[in-house]
């Protein structure tokens, strides 16, 4: 795949430094979700069985160079030892005498994090000393953190290229999944993405119609298509200054043969609320007065027939406005669809993004699809076909 791997090094007795990403949700001091420190326990347990001195570098939040008390990593570091299930040390610094002290101290098979790094402004800003000085802490670097590769940091591009660098078992995985399916895809591959503006999603799907056979648009975005189109959305969300882009994405996935799916119906109501009285219309249909809020269901049938078609998956984004009863259903029922079509092994199935993972964690089928992605950024621009520096600097 154009990498290393932890297949690759002997790390007994070694220094390795760890890029992960610790950025997890808290409130105060309380670390409210573990999903990210839970998938990078493989790696860590790895090399800490294999006799390693691993320390731990990550970000947390945005200080911009600042020492902010309240996003220190000593917050996380209890979930930290909990999640891994042993003893991690922790040094006031990422740089430095404290943390090259602590370092010092490790036996082989410990584990030390150190200090967020965006309390110093060099990290952000790649400063070739500070990753120098980082470098100095280790004899090998990992990145597991794919979350962080769209950031060219110090940590996630620079320090890559003054150590043997490879892929932790999570970024290995990541890769894998979003390599593979997007650029080796079984065929038919199809994509669905949602969202509430094409502005936000533009470079994806001008990218994505290159690439897929099938591309379905749904959520906020859809109106816009259909606005385009000459269709009446009423109160909807609607970039109405963005009929021109979008008709020139229309042609674009035209001249390519990748087939555009939008609405055929839809659900409305007349204010955004749980529980708010609403009714299913034809899309041409949608009264003036009244916002669509999610796709109906002979959207569904038209999108489950084709996931059923498809033999891979890419999804970001959801149909609806999941957050709020009714307008999850469609949502719900797409995504159920395609976790009983990967585990028929018909399909292979990627997702990714915080609304996509809260979705799909909503319809209890996450874990039912292919790969899950929690990389948020990363992910989006790796839909958008740019290079990621924290990938880039891992290629061999």
């Known amino acids: 795949m154009g990498f290393d791997t932890l297949d690759d090094i002997e790390v007994e007795g070694r220094r390795v430094l760890v890029r992960v990403d610790l950025n997890v949700p808290r409130d105060g001091e309380h670390v409210r979700e573990t999903a990210r420190i839970e998938r990078i326990r493989g790696t860590i347990a790895e090399l800490a069985g294999r006799k390693a001195r691993v320390v731990l570098l990550s970000h947390f939040d945005r200080p911009k160079g600042r020492v902010v008390p309240e996003m220190s990593l000593r917050h996380v570091h209890a979930a930290l030892e909990q999640c891994l299930g042993r003893k991690v040390a922790f040094a006031a610094d990422c740089i430095g005498p404290a943390a090259e002290a602590a370092v010092a101290a490790l036996a082989p098979g410990e584990v030390l994090l150190l200090e967020n790094l965006r309390f110093h402004a060099a990290e952000e800003n790649n400063d070739p000393a500070f990753a120098a000085s980082l470098a100095a802490l280790g004899d090998i670097y990992v990145n ?6 769209h950031r060219a940091h110090a940590s996630t591009a620079e320090l890559a290229r003054l150590l043997p660098a490879v892929a932790g078992r999570l970024m290995e995985s990541e890769l894998r999944a979003v390599i593979g399916a997007l650029e080796h895809p079984e065929r038919p591959l199809m994509a669905l993405v949602g969202g509430a503006k094409v502005s936000t999603k533009l470079a994806v799907l001008t990218h994505l119609c290159r690439k897929v056979d099938r591309l379905v648009i749904g959520g906020g975005m859809a109106n816009t298509f259909l606005a385009a189109k000459g269709v009446d959305v009423g109160r909807s969300l609607c970039e109405h200054d963005l009929a021109d882009t979008a008709n020139a994405i229309l042609a674009r996935a035209a001249q390519t043969g990748c087939a555009i799916v939008l609405p055929i119906d839809a659900v409305v109501a007349r204010e955004f609320k749980a529980g708010a009285p609403s009714e299913t219309v034809p899309v041409d249909k949608v009264p003036s007065d009244a916002m669509i809020l999610d796709v109906g269901p002979a959207t569904v049938a038209k999108v489950n027939g084709w996931i059923s078609q498809a033999r891979t998956l890419v999804w970001n984004g959801p149909l609806g406005a999941f957050e709020i009863e009714p307008f999850d259903a469609a949502t719900i029922a797409a995504a159920r669809h395609a976790a009983a079509e990967t585990a028929r092994g018909k399909l292979v199935s990627v997702a ?25 950024g990363a992910f989006l621009e790796w839909m958008e076909g740019k290079t990621l520096p924290g990938v880039a600097a891992l290629e061999t």
């Not at 979705?359 to 948020?376: D, H, Q």
């Open 144 to 149: 597991d953190a794919f979350s962080a590769a």
């Open 352 to 376: 990714g993004g915080g609304d996509t993972v809260a979705a799909l964690n909503k319809a209890g089928c996450a874990e039912k699809f292919s790969y899950i992605s929690t990389a948020g």
